[in-house]
């Protein structure tokens, strides 16, 4: 219950296109990731399921039947806001009932399924707190609680966890995983980071300009970027890039490797470079190394010892090298 | 960022709002411009018949027109004098830290809420009355002698107690934009050297700029139609002295029954309005999508 | 913020600022003085401030000669209805505003403002005319559609600069949620928005209260609010300094009241948000 198909979609404000002609389908109980740079339409991609923004033309499909003219409200789908967007003047209970009470569920049954959520969420301790009270991760949960209650279709996520600190985030990532095991239902998250989308997603849609540029499992989009931005965007550090002579050994325009797909020697390598910025994680180590082709982002292990201005050699893994042609196309 | 659902809702819902507000506007406006072309008087009813020009004529050649439009501007540039300067000096004296501020601020935004017959009959009776005012009495307290403060000085006696009305609501608003004002931005200028003096030249006169100009923009839009303090004190005279054009244009059509010359002056009134108008709309346009 | 001060000077402050400020309340304050005086103390030389006979017979008096309690309801039920209906009308239009703005919006805004600008004596005549043809003059259900027409653009737009301070994701929410227009705007926008309803509920009832240009040409005696009630007291007999007094302290005490509530929004509502 929760398959949704855009067919031809497009979205224009006033002369502007910001959504060229798209299709998607996304299978019921999906997590899918919507990825890309800010601007790139992903979040406005998200409104137009929820019926938020009107097409400007094509055709949106909810099992099977078209959705393309429905108000929001009737398309069975919940929604959890970037500001969390909770009813300031209604205390927790309030907020998570307010969808049950526009359904004009009966009294009974809108308290059962208030306590059930509030229980699963960890929130029965704040229930009757105003969200001010709250603290941003609990105003999360209540946000996903008002969510979950509805038993929609799919849920749609707008950046959720980008008001929240580093560590929160980490923990409510595993936590809207967690939900998505218990339910299965189809989610549909909306992120600019993409780490959260390697994460947590079943497939990932790596939009740009409006444009999808690939959608792929997490491993696929790694192992398998099908063009430069792609291969640009997924994976951190990002990878590094080579034009010229070196790229054309390989029969390719431009090749890419992954700073972890470098060896790292003191001794010897195929290429040659004096070390920059070295940032030391413990476990890991990332060395800016200049080379003849550029600067390029290595990764070593946590105790190598190399300080500004050493030279080091670098070796590719040969089966990890990816080949682009001129327009930026891998080449398989 | 909406869709054409809501879109039509938002056109419905503006609607009425709108529709009240130009019939409002527009059907008055459409027989006062007609009025103003005909000889029509309520007391000959059923005599009315075109005349062009002539209400135009009549009422811009009329003595009294230049002497209402003068008083119009004497009334509106005094108040807005005696406001914005004390006004400003109120309320850098309010923003300073003393006991009992709270109290004071009540105390002084009262005139305000003050209805204006009220004031002016509490004014014209209680204070500038020559024998039991207050005023011929601290007049005499100091051995001057009283002066018959609405039959001697009725354009200014009236300034006055406009001004009395005004200065608080100047005050407040100067207030508010001196409470505005960046404490950093100060002390930074401190550490620059700067003295009280040019501190207050260079950085607060410029940022209370903005609200004084809100401040003269919507009093002259208030001040250009004082009706109420002239009707109950001085009924716009000695003569002819102390009529401003909302009470010029209110006699000849109520009191003299000229419907047509009273229309010409409302005419007359409104492209004055309209002038103060373009300059406050531009103020007020320009913070719309701050 | 708060810069220390010697206490001197802040005594030298305190002492000027509040000679100052009863210098502005003086009036009031003589009037509900001189409210409780005879009128022969009303008129004494030289004048008391506070050592008089105090006593409330110009209350009873004024009351049982005029009947101040008539114009007193009067006045309320002009200055809510009119708020009142003016709210019903605007909040759907500040609604529409505030969170479906079109190209036209500000527009729209600037000239619902120009509106208020129109001189109330230009249109004296018609107005006059019409309601005289229409059987309105001197009728409370007049003068409310004339108070409501000349502030609804103050209630358009305060209500806009209190609408527009609410994030649009909140009643995106409730959409989601399932809320139909109806209830969007009833139980997610009214009640957030009600301090900002109740300060422009407050400020307008102060404007309608106290205005005086329509209500002294458009009343005589049946539907006269406090005002024109005041006005009657320009005639000579109306010289009677205690009971006039009386009769203005009663006009404008609930008003001031009121008034002393609202002095932040009034800042904003009649600057229609240009300060804040």
């Known amino acids: 219950m929760g398959r949704i198909t855009l067919d031809q979609i497009t979205k224009s404000f006033g002369e502007a296109q910001v959504i060229p002609p798209l299709d998607l389908t996304i299978e019921d109980g999906e997590f899918v990731v919507f990825v890309g740079p800010s601007g790139c339409g992903k979040s406005t991609l998200l409104r137009l399921i929820a019926g938020l923004e009107d097409v400007t033309s094509g055709e949106i499909r909810i099992d099977g039947k078209p959705a393309t003219d429905l108000p929001p409200a009737k398309r069975g789908l919940a929604m959890v806001f970037q500001s969390y967007a909770l009813y300031p003047h209604m205390s927790v209970r309030k907020n998570i009932a307010f969808p049950l009470k526009m359904a004009k569920l009966p009294q009974e049954e809108i308290n059962r399924k208030v306590e059930n959520a509030a229980q699963v969420l960890n929130l029965s301790p704040y229930i009757d707190k105003r969200p001010g009270q709250l603290s941003g ?20 996520f707008d950046e959720p966890l980008s008001n929240l600190d580093a560590a929160l985030r980490v923990n409510m990532r595993a936590e809207i995983s967690e939900l998505h095991q218990q339910l299965s239902t189809t989610m549909i998250y909306v992120t600019h980071d993409q780490v959260e989308a390697m994460t947590m997603a079943d497939k990932i849609v790596v939009l740009q300009a409006g444009v999808i540029e690939q959608v792929g499992s997490p491993l696929d989009l790694y192992n398998h970027p099908r063009n430069l931005f792609v291969a640009g965007f997924i994976g951190s550090p990002k990878m590094n890039f080579i034009t010229g002579p070196e790229a054309a050994k390989h029969g390719a325009h431009t090749i890419g490797i992954r ?30 190394v200049e080379t003849e082709f550029g600067e390029m982002t290595v990764r070593t292990i946590g105790d190598f010892d190399a300080r500004h201005g050493d030279t080091v050699y670098l070796t590719p893994d040969p089966a990890r090298i990816h080949r682009f042609d001129e327009s930026g196309l891998s080449i398989r | 960022m909406a869709t054409a659902h809501s879109r039509t809702a938002a056109r419905a819902m503006i609607s009425p709002a709108v529709i009240f507000l130009l019939l409002w506007m527009i059907v008055p406006l459409a027989m006062t411009l007609y009025f103003s072309f005909l000889r029509y008087n309520l007391l000959m009813p059923g005599m009315e018949e075109w005349t062009g020009f002539e209400n135009y004529r009549y009422f811009l050649t009329d003595p009294a027109f230049s002497t209402a439009l003068i008083n119009t501007l004497l009334l509106v540039g005094g108040v807005l004098f005696i406001t914005l300067v004390g006004g400003t000096l109120l309320a850098l004296l309010l923003n300073q830290d003393f006991f009992g501020q709270g109290i004071v601020r009540v105390l002084a935004i009262a005139p305000f809420f003050v209805m204006p017959t009220v004031s002016a009959l509490v004014f014209k009776n209680m204070f500038m009355n020559p024998v039991n005012g207050l005023f011929a009495f601290m007049a005499e307290a100091i051995g001057m002698q009283p002066i018959d403060w609405l039959a001697e000085i009725p ?25 505005s004002l960046d404490s950093e931005q100060m002390e930074a200028s401190e550490m620059d050297g700067a003295g009280a003096i040019s501190r207050f030249f260079y950085i607060t006169v410029p940022h209370l700029a903005r609200a004084g100009t809100v401040v003269v923009l919507i009093e002259t839009i208030f001040l250009l139609s004082i009706f109420a303090e002239i009707l109950v004190t001085t009924n716009g005279g000695p003569g002819n002295a102390s009529t401003n054009l909302t009470y010029l244009v209110y006699a000849e059509s109520l009191l003299r029954f000229d419907v047509g010359t009273g229309a010409a002056g409302g005419v007359v009134a409104i492209i004055l309005a309209n002038i103060v108008a373009i300059f406050l709309m531009r103020a007020i346009g320009k913070n719309l999508d701050a | 913020m708060a810069r220390a001060s010697s206490t001197s000077r802040k005594l030298t402050v305190t002492v000027f600022a509040w000679l100052v400020g009863l210098t502005l309340f003086f009036p009031v304050l003589w009037t509900v003085l001189t409210s409780f005086k005879t009128e022969a103390e009303a008129i004494a030389d030289p004048p008391s401030l506070l050592f008089f006979n105090w006593t409330l017979e110009n209350y009873v008096v004024v009351q049982e000669r005029s009947n101040y309690f008539r114009y007193f309801w009067n006045s309320v039920l002009i200055s809510v209805g009119s708020t009142v209906i003016g709210l019903i009308i605007a909040v759907p239009a500040a609604w529409a505003m505030a969170f479906v703005p079109s190209p036209r919006t500000r527009g729209i805004l600037m ?10 004596v230009g249109v004296l005549i018609p107005i006059y005319l019409i309601f005289r043809d229409m059987n309105l003059l001197d009728t409370r259900t007049g003068l409310i559609i004339v108070m409501m027409l000349i502030n609804l653009p103050i209630i358009v737009w305060m209500l806009y600069t209190y609408f527009k301070e609410i994030p649009g994701e909140i009643l995106e929410a409730a959409r989601m949620d399932g809320a139909q227009l109806r209830n969007e705007i009833i139980h997610v926008l009214t009640p957030m928005a009600i301090p900002g309803i109740a300060s422009t509920m407050l400020l307008n009832v102060i404007l309608a209260w106290n205005e005086a240009f329509w209500t002294l040409n458009l009343t005589a005696a049946k539907a006269a609010p406090l005002t024109a009630f005041i006005a009657s007291y320009s005639s000579p007999e109306g010289l009677f300094y205690a009971k006039l007094s009386a009769a203005s302290t009663m006009a404008i005490a609930p008003i001031l009241i009121l008034g002393w509530f609202s002095q932040k929004q009034l800042v904003r509502g009649l600057t229609f948000g240009a300060v804040k």
Do not use: C, N, Y
């Open chain 1, 137 to 156: 991760g609990q105003r999360q949960r209540v946000a996903i609680g008002r969510a979950i209650v509805r038993e929609p279709a799919a849920f749609l």
């Open chain 1, 259 to 288: 700073p972890e797909h470098l060896r790292t020697s003191k001794e010897s390598g195929e290429w040659t470079g004096r070390v920059g910025l070295g940032e030391h994680l413990g476990s890991d180590t990332f060395l800016r």
């Open chain 2, 155 to 179: 354009l200014l006696s009236i300034t006055l107690m406009v001004s009395w009305t005004w200065l608080p609501f100047a005050t407040l608003i100067l207030l508010t934009s001196l409470q």
């Open chain 3, 111 to 120: 000239w619902m403002l120009s509106t208020k600008m129109l001189p109330p």
